[in-house]
């Protein structure tokens, strides 16, 4: 359906198969995600992209949830279904409720809205914010 | 600088000088943003605008700050720079450190990524996360 | 200043300076905007470019005026800052009033606000709407 | 099929029915699109989100037809499928004959086209243009 | 499916029937893609569109296939899921191997990686790239 | 001048210090750029992004040169006019000629107008491109 096939694990490539296998394992899942088998035709791109992934999403100075809320806004405005819905599942998973979500698109929402007018308006940036 | 000129508290109508006023006393700042000097100009909206951004970022299930992360996510991904500024300044006013910015900037990018490579490959929403 | 020097009358082909005094006739200035000096190294580009523009903008179905409003709610969507400047610029010139800008910056921000929320929720078109 | 489920009027609160039956006065229809189900979840936000977006597509110094073209190419220019076809619809209700709409698409894409090639020369706004 | 309905050969006028034989004979091939059938209800239109395009992905000073890749990057980077899957597949057809796409893919995920972290870190062009 | 300082050399810690280094012997120039100095103040992120970009675009399947036109055409959607800068540099650097550039934002507009009207019309991929 997309561009590329989606890789069973018999069709992935034993590299690309260790890969789903941490994927289940740190997940603590059987189900291996589409975005990770269409992947998987490129067994280092794979791995380093999920390397990299649970790498930036660990806990830090911020807590994984509110990652996931970030993650959301951003393929929102970038239009990435997939992504939407993935790391709104992933969201959940870690602890977002309903209210948490409802208030995620509604921020979401004024930060659009208050983005076009003030590209439509083109308003400079503030010296004191120019640091 | 912008497609409208910046209107003083001079030059501003008394409906436009009330909202500066608010703005003054909720943000405990005799500073007014470049962006509701832009939008000044009609009154009406400078109000609804100010009004629906201060009701949709108070603290409710998410915290005041996360709400903040989330806007410069979205201005990010919407290339508003203005906006990113503007944000930033206020996340680190509600308690952002360097090590949640940087975490923050971190996030941000690994998004773009896959929201990219996910579109290249056009991949579709898994079964089980159409709900 | 951009990624290709703006080309002077006298530093232009004779292609280009012919595509140049071709706006100024039929703008009624004597003002060459900066887009078409950049764009003056490729004169077969900038004669096809402003042909094309000429001609989807010239009076049809819809109104010159229209065209323009459009046209400034595309460039502050993808973020074209020059877009936007010279866009409503042009818009004025064709008799947008300041009322009629402050309604398009609104619905300008209300759709940007409502494209958010539908991604966010992953609103799927009505069946009634799929023709 | 959503990242919430659409509600029904049964499973929607009294708060949220009471914007439907709005809706359908308001519209002159039985029909309330999915995007009005999928906010249902959070009764404030589907009020205030229909009230404003009642307020700022009213008739004014632009036509009702106007401000749906406008948001049209908003749409478009944010990729939100939905919101392309939801506004197209509206633009229709409203007036919108077939050669509109062809005009509609065209000044989209040349606009698009002109975004991309500014962007990519790095134009510079106009020192006429800053005002 | 789509906001108009797709043109059969026996659907369109003269005119758009006349630019669907061309698109045939030039890409030697019975199948005329739903974009021109969609496209058609505009036969202006669709002649201009299908003859720039064609104008514009000829051989240059840069390969047809650099330029498809190109097209792909884009369609990817403005979220047009149509156009990713059409000029894949024309990449595909001109020569792209599955190599190729995985880089392709990966330099995309790169690029929107670092103009998320560049936006969000609001960096300023260097002096010496200004030209 | 950012939302974060860009950081000198002196004020560089060792860690941030040494990619600097890294990046002026790789890259063969005294120079290092914005976008290192104010990734430097996460000096593990500076060092991860600046191997990624080296690693994907190293000479592959695709040429370098080819790679960096592909960067410019992302970022150029993207709207990030660093980057844009930044890449198209880049490219001259590996070779891009002024009439390569030429076609590229000539590609680059295509795409764009393309992605615009496809959205616009709401077209539906293609059975024979879903795989």
Chains 1, 2, 3, 4, 5, 6 share one sequence.
Not at 15 to 36: C, G, P
Not at 56 to 72: D, I, N, R
């Amino acid at each position: 359906m997309g561009t590329v096939p989606l890789l069973s694990d018999e069709a992935a490539s034993p590299e690309a198969r260790a890969v789903f296998d941490d994927i289940r394992i740190k997940r603590n899942t059987d189900y291996v995600n589409n975005f990770w088998r269409a992947l998987a035709h490129d067994p280092a791109a794979l791995k380093d992209t999920w390397e990299s992934v649970a790498r930036v999403m660990a806990p830090g100075a911020l807590e994984p949830l509110v990652k996931e809320l970030v993650y959301v806004a951003v393929s929102t405005a970038n239009g990435c279904s997939y992504c939407v819905h993935s790391h709104t599942a992933a969201a959940r998973a870690k602890g977002m409720t309903p209210e948490m979500h409802a208030e995620l698109v509604q921020v979401i929402g004024m930060a659009m809205r208050t983005n076009g007018m003030v590209t439509a308006l083109g308003v400079e940036v503030d010296e004191r914010l120019r640091g």
